[in-house]
């Protein structure tokens, strides 16, 4: 049976299934991200404020992913961390115009890396500076220097910049998740 | 990453207890304005808070209404006159639901729509003196000159209830060959008399919603508090005080019930009520009042003698806090998800004081004086705090969403324990009865003590002369010869050992020729050597002298044992020491 798994997965039949944290703060992008993600015919046109979190899937060559897409306001950031166990990997967007907020970015991704369920495991990190298209977004680089993302050491992690209403970067940053996560496999 | 980590988190380390995350701080900023001239608004509709700011810029000119995004300035706009207030307002129901902002500066208010001029509401003119007007009167007709028009204002100045008009202050104030022209200029025109706007907030109209339409409530320099429609700016309501109002609080809605508290210029607070066109209640404060924040339904004034006192709604004082500096500003903390309220209070030593009722609850250090606080909602994020400096610094810190304010005091006081109450048991009959008599008959039970305490006095003054004469201390009185002495027994009998530690205190002059001597019962007591010549004595040492005595009786009694230290060639002795001899106890057993 192991074998045929294998084969199936091989012959792309049957893809292994992935479970995923969509984080960041509201307005950040997430289920922007997620949406764009999904083949085009699954996509939503109006994009409201996620209440709670809601669950969204899509496919890889390799994977198929099921996404938790959190709701990033304050009030519901304390279901985050109801879900880090089941989580194998994290996908943390960050509004790369929003300077004001990227004190309050750093301090829930600190608070993450710190709680119990996500400090001892090799989960892969995804980050997406999003929204580079606006005029005042800060690059990627600067993002992840505003984040210290170079304490990160115990875990893989990656950042890209993206452009979720033109869906540009997102698929550099899905690649790499996939390679992180089969690599992770064997 | 261990080393990185731990060098940033030390250096950090108080930042990381603090409840505050720093999120921009611009000391360049050129931002000078007070609490009273900033507000936080969704300006656009978009859900994106902005900064509202009437800047006062330096030594009154340069004065700007500027709006900030984020931690950029996105638009600015001169103003004409220092601002006294801004606030901002929804004025009607129409879509887009963004509200107007409202400048109060000089006798104006200017209200901008889509951050565009919209309106100007001018305060209406007061009366003038009638007297002042007969006077500019003549002078128009040419029939008083300068000088004399000069002493009979100076004469209205002086006595009248009205005050002067604006033109007639600014005559008195020239120069008198200047005098001429200025009444040429001036006297064709009629005399206005014109107040200014010294305070501003907004009253929602009808309804108790978060974006109900408000309006505005003034309170001007002629000592009246005014209520104006949001959508046509007359007069709604008009109420007077006994002094000039200096800051304003509104609750409630118009239409319905609302309640004015005014601190003012006399160094008191005034509520007023719905209907009432005078003050319903009156708080006579401590000092000047610097601030004036409601929390809940409590009135909260910071004051010029450094303290911040509360008060419930009808003016009944709760409690006062001495502050450890003089106030600049003070501002209240909604945290309105958790239903928690606090006033902030900016002090002159670059601290800012977080108080939970009376307790103080968070202290916030800054690199300038605070002259400006405003918390709220900013940008997208709830509970942020905006800062201004005194040297035009623009501080942003947002709360972090897991702080927690605990109820009680961080301040150094009085411990917990105190505050405990004891269970006092019942005053007893005996107890009554007694502090009856305590209070019938004080003066004579103070007499007798009185007497006691002399008698006692006298009896002790007494035994000091006493012993000083016979020398019986154990320290000698004499300046020449200062010794001390002290006697230890060793031993359960029959045989003791007797230790005398003599000690010379002079400073310098060693004592020699003196001899011990000891005195006693000799029937009860053998000495192998009851008198011998001591050693020289050199000062500051010890010297231990040791001696047998044998104890001759078995009948367990005991005895004093004198001894002496005498100077050769004198009956008196330097010093005496009484050692009272335990029973000897080996007798009996053995
Ligand atoms: N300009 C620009 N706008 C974006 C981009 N991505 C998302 N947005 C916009 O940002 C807003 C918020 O997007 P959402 O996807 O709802 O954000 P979210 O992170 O899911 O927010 P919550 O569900 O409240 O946590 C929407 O108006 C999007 O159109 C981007 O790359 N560029
Ligand atoms: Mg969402």
């Given amino acids: ?186 | 990453m261990a080393a990185t980590s731990s060098s940033s988190s030390s250096s950090e380390s108080n930042e990381a207890n603090s409840k505050w995350l720093d999120a921009h701080y611009d000391p360049m900023a050129n931002l000078y304005t007070f609490s009273s001239c900033i507000a936080l608004a969704d300006l656009h509709g978009d859900g994106e808070y902005k900064l509202v700011v009437g800047d006062l810029g330096m030594a009154g000119h340069t004065m700007r209404l500027k709006v900030y995004r984020g931690t950029g300035l996105a638009s600015e706009s001169t103003l004409l006159d220092l601002p006294a207030a801004v606030t901002t307002f929804l004025m009607d129901q129409n879509e887009p639901r963004t509200p107007a902002v409202a400048v109060a500066s000089g006798p104006f208010i200017y209200v901008y729509k889509n951050l565009r001029p919209y309106f100007k509401f001018t305060l209406p003119p007061l009366d003038a003196n009638p007297l002042e007007q007969d006077v500019w009167e003549q002078a128009k007709e040419d029939m008083i000159d300068p000088l004399t028009l000069k002493e009979m204002l100076e004469g209205i100045r002086d006595k009248a209830e009205i005050p002067l008009s604006v033109r007639s202050l600014r005559f008195l104030a020239q120069d008198v060959p200047e005098m001429e022209n200025f009444v040429n200029l001036h006297k064709g025109q009629p005399i206005k008399r014109q107040t200014v706007i010294t305070c501003m907030s907004t009253l929602k109209k009808n309804m108790a919603d978060e974006d109900a339409v408000s309006c505005l409530v003034i309170g001007t320099e002629s000592a009246d508090v005014l209520i104006l429609d949001p959508e046509a700016f007359t007069i709604l309501a008009k109420m007077t005080l006994p002094s000039v109002p200096a800051f304003l609080d509104v609750m409630g809605q118009f239409d319905v019930e609302y309640r004015v508290t005014v601190a003012c210029r006399d160094g008191s607070i005034y509520i007023l009520r719905r209907e009432s066109k005078r003050p319903k209640y009156c708080i006579e404060l401590s000092a000047q009042p610097m601030g004036l924040v409601r929390v809940h339904k409590n009135i909260v004034a910071g004051c010029s003698d450094e303290t911040l006192q509360g008060y419930t709604q009808k003016g009944k004082k709760l409690w006062t806090v001495y502050l450890p500096a003089p106030l600049m500003t003070m501002s209240l903390l909604d945290h309105k998800s958790r239903g928690f309220q606090a006033v902030m209070v900016g002090l002159a030593n670059q601290e800012v004081h977080m108080y939970l009722d009376k307790n103080l609850v968070d202290v916030i250090r800054t690199q300038d004086v605070v002259t400006s606080i405003c918390f709220g909602r900013y940008g997208r994020e709830d509970n942020t705090l905006i800062m201004t400096s005194k040297g035009g610094g623009l501080i942003i810190k947002i709360l972090k969403r897991t702080a927690v304010f605990e109820e009680k005091d961080m301040s150094l006081g009085p411990p917990v324990a105190q505050s405990i109450r004891l269970s006092v048991p019942k005053k007893t009959r005996l107890y009554v009865d007694q502090t009856l008599r305590e209070r019938e008959n004080a003066v004579a039970m103070h007499h007798v003590f009185q007497m006691d305490l002399y008698r006692l006095r006298l009896m002790a003054a007494r035994a000091y002369v006493k012993a000083l004469e016979s020398s019986l201390a154990p320290i000698t009185s004499t300046l020449q010869e200062p010794i001390k002495m002290n006697a230890v027994v060793q031993g359960i009998g029959p045989t003791f050992k007797l230790t005398l530690h003599i000690q010379n205190t002079s400073a310098g002059r060693p004592s020699i020729n003196l001899l011990v001597s000891f005195l006693y019962d000799q029937s009860l007591y053998a000495m192998k050597r009851a008198f011998f010549k001591a050693p020289m004595l050199v000062p500051g040492l010890n010297y231990p002298i040791e001696t047998f005595v044998e104890c001759l009786s078995d009948k367990g009694i005991s005895d004093v044992i004198k001894v002496f230290v005498l100077r050769e060639g004198q009956s008196m002795p330097l010093l005496t020491a009484h050692i009272n001899m335990p029973v000897s106890e080996g007798l009996a057993a053995a």
């Fill in chain 1, 1 to 186: 049976m192991g074998l045929f798994d294998k084969l199936a997965g091989w012959l792309g039949l049957k893809k292994k299934e992935v479970h995923v944290l969509c984080l960041g703060l509201d307005n950040s992008g997430k289920t922007t991200i997620i949406n764009k993600l999904k083949p085009s015919n699954a996509q939503t046109q109006d994009i409201v404020p996620t209440i709670g979190f809601s669950i969204e899937k899509f496919k890889t060559s390799s994977l198929s992913f099921t996404v938790f897409d959190m709701s990033g306001q304050g009030r519901y950031r304390n279901l985050w961390e109801h879900y880090y166990k089941e989580g194998q990997a994290i996908i943390f967007v960050i509004d790369s115009s929003d300077k004001l907020r990227m004190v309050v970015a750093k301090e829930e991704l600190d608070t993450l890396l710190t709680h119990p369920d996500i400090k001892h495991r090799r989960i892969p990190i995804l980050f997406f500076a999003n929204k580079m298209d606006l005029r005042d977004a800060v690059s990627s680089v600067k993002v992840s220097q505003l984040l210290s993302l170079e304490n990160i050491k115990d875990k893989p992690w990656h950042i890209c910049a993206s452009d979720a209403l033109k869906g540009e970067g997102l698929q550099e940053g899905v690649d790499w998740l996939q390679d992180q996560i089969q690599a992770m496999k064997t």
